[in-house]
């Protein structure tokens, strides 16, 4: 189904990038390639896996919110549980051990909730590398924790103020000062996007989500779920967690996308529900377009959510009908993250929420005997200010 060698999911993903920074993608692509295979490089990855982000994480029969969907039995994916509090952290680990291969001293990275920022920031400290963080100026007001958090971890982070000063721009400003510095510098990719071999790469580090899924359900149920759930921004903790159980065709596979002020306003980031075939970020994917075939802005409350492309090999799944695509608003996820903190004194981060509304968006859905597992793929201790001051919450 995928081509893995040239990083070409169906007619998505590829490289497209002028000559200098396609060579040295391509380098990157062959070294990750023997990587991949060294025993060596996947026992640290393990290693830091089980002792440094705290896996597995846990997978919690949520009885309560069960109760409240009525219906079928619904476990949460801990993802929350993890070192620094997301399932970026998988990545970052896998993607810092490449760079410390590759012998590069600096790390570069791009950041919207300022989740992988932190991520990074922490993967360099423990390499004892360097670490430019860039983050939209908006993002940099809605995320301030992270913002002093990366600071404490000895990043420096850069403020981008260009176009709406959202993710898309700090990707853009990211990259033009990885092109200056990439002898010294590694770009560490926050999700399953970008040209080939990152979406690859991420895919790969995240895949343990699933494959956790796999081996707790069989434990604790001795079958497969009957769907699994998550949230898309770009991709990589959707992709985590569906990777084990895209070959059983039994099991359903639900990509939620968000829908921000509602599909017709026109600001949402469905690039998956509504998007066109187009390059961006040097990759081929369904990307937002408007009625001049010109890149959309996307729009999210939930800041890693807000990106207008979307991981090609979540793309190629969606033209192949192997996902079913829910949309959840910024209003209907504002919801999920009260009523499940308050149902099971868990506070989901507002991207995850998405994931956790889509069950009370479609009760009856699923019936008494199933089994549903939903990526909670990171806590919400950073949402809950702007939840309350900015986004209209009444208690
Ligand atoms: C960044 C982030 C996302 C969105 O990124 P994906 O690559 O789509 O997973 C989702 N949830 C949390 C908690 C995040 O920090």
Request: no cysteine.
């Given at each position: 189904m995928e081509s893995y060698q040239d990083g070409n999911y169906g007619e998505f993903g590829g490289v497209y990038l002028p000559e200098g920074l396609a060579s040295i993608v391509a380098d990157l692509a062959a070294k990750y390639s023997e990587l991949k295979a060294d025993p060596t490089f996947q026992n640290q990855l393990r290693t830091l896996y089980r002792e440094y982000a705290n896996r597995p994480s846990l997978l919690y029969d949520a009885a309560r919110l069960s109760e409240e969907v009525g219906g079928p039995k619904i476990y949460l994916k801990?993802?929350?549980?993890?070192h620094t509090g997301a399932h970026k952290i998988n990545n970052v680990i896998g993607q810092g051990l490449v760079a410390k291969a590759l012998g590069k001293t600096k790390l570069i990275a791009e950041t919207g909730a300022g989740q992988h920022g932190t991520a990074t920031a922490t993967i360099a400290a423990y390499l004892g590398i360097a670490c430019e963080i860039y983050m939209g100026a908006r993002d940099i007001q809605a995320q301030k924790p992270n913002v002093y958090r990366m600071k404490a971890l000895g990043a420096k982070v850069v403020q981008v103020t260009q176009g709406q000063g959202t993710l898309k721009d700090a990707v853009d400003a990211a990259l033009g000062k990885y092109a200056q510095e990439v002898d010294q510098a590694y770009y560490l990719l926050g999700s399953a996007v970008g040209p080939h071999p990152y979406p690859t790469m991420v895919r790969d580090f995240q895949k343990v989500i699933g494959e956790e899924i796999k081996q707790q359900v069989q434990e604790k149920e001795g079958r497969l779920p009957t769907a699994v759930v998550a949230c898309v921004g770009g991709g990589s903790n959707a992709l985590g967690a569906f990777t084990a159980f895209i070959p059983d065709e039994e099991v359903e596979i639900v990509a939620v996308e968000p829908a921000g002020k509602g599909k017709l306003s026109g600001k949402h980031g469905l690039a998956l529900g509504t998007g066109v075939p187009d390059v961006i970020h040097g990759f081929k994917t369904l990307v937002l377009n408007d009625e001049k075939g010109e890149i959309k802005e996307s729009y999210s409350a939930a800041s890693g959510l807000d990106y207008p492309g979307v991981s090609p090999i979540l793309s190629m799944y969606k033209e192949s009908g192997r996902l079913t695509l829910g949309e959840v608003t910024d209003r209907e996820a504002v919801d999920a993250l009260i009523r499940l903190s308050r149902l099971e004194g868990i506070i989901p981060a507002l991207e995850s929420a998405h994931a956790i509304a889509y069950l009370f968006q479609n009760p009856?859905?699923?019936?008494?005997?199933d089994l549903v597992v939903v990526n909670l793929s990171g806590r919400g201790d950073k949402d809950v200010e702007n939840v309350f001051d900015n986004l209209g919450v009444e208690v």
């Open positions: 801990r993802e929350d549980l993890n009856g859905k699923y019936q008494a005997g």
